[in-house]
Structures are given as C-alpha cells and as structure tokens.
C-alpha cells in the first residue's frame, strides 16, 4: 500500500519593507496564495486520472458557408429588405 507524503511548500520571498505597509502586505499575501495553487496545480496534475473522453462526438454547426443557395443568398436578401425599409422610411415622412 502506498502512502503518500505531505511536503512543506516554500513561500515567494517576501518584498522589502515593513510588514505595516499596506501594498507589501498585499504582495506577501499575493506570494504566498500563488506558491500554494502552484503546489495544488502540480499535485493534481500528477494524482489526478485523465480526463475522459467523450461518449458522443462533438456537433460542428455552422451558418455560413452552408451549400445550399438559401444561406449563400442570405446576406444578399437582408440588404435588399434593409433598402426597402430605408426607402419606404423616406416615402411615408
């Protein structure tokens, strides 16, 4: 049976200054949450299983360049109703 082993993770050196100061105090802390989700980032990547695959392929959709002439015409037809609008807009003023 295997066991596994905890290890003490070495913080970031600490910035220069006071530790009354405000920014340094947020930059140690800052330090210290990276070395620890750098540590957890490591751990899970070597004891965690990979990820599966999916059970179903993946559906690809797309809205241009289908092969039919409806969707080619599309851009075409939304113009020329556009200029409709943009006309009959000008008329009934």
Do not use: H
């Amino acid at each position: 049976m295997s066991s596994i082993n905890s290890t003490q993770v070495s913080p970031l050196p600490l910035g220069p200054g006071d530790s009354k100061n405000q920014t340094t105090r947020e930059m140690n802390k800052t330090n210290t949450m990276l070395t620890m989700m750098s540590a957890q980032a490591k751990a899970d990547a070597s004891f965690d299983p990979p990820t599966p695959t999916p059970v179903t392929p993946q559906l690809i959709q797309a809205f241009c360049g289908s092969k039919s002439t409806y969707m080619q015409d599309l851009p075409t037809l939304l113009g020329a109703i556009g200029c409709i609008f943009i006309v009959y807009g000008i008329i009934a003023k």
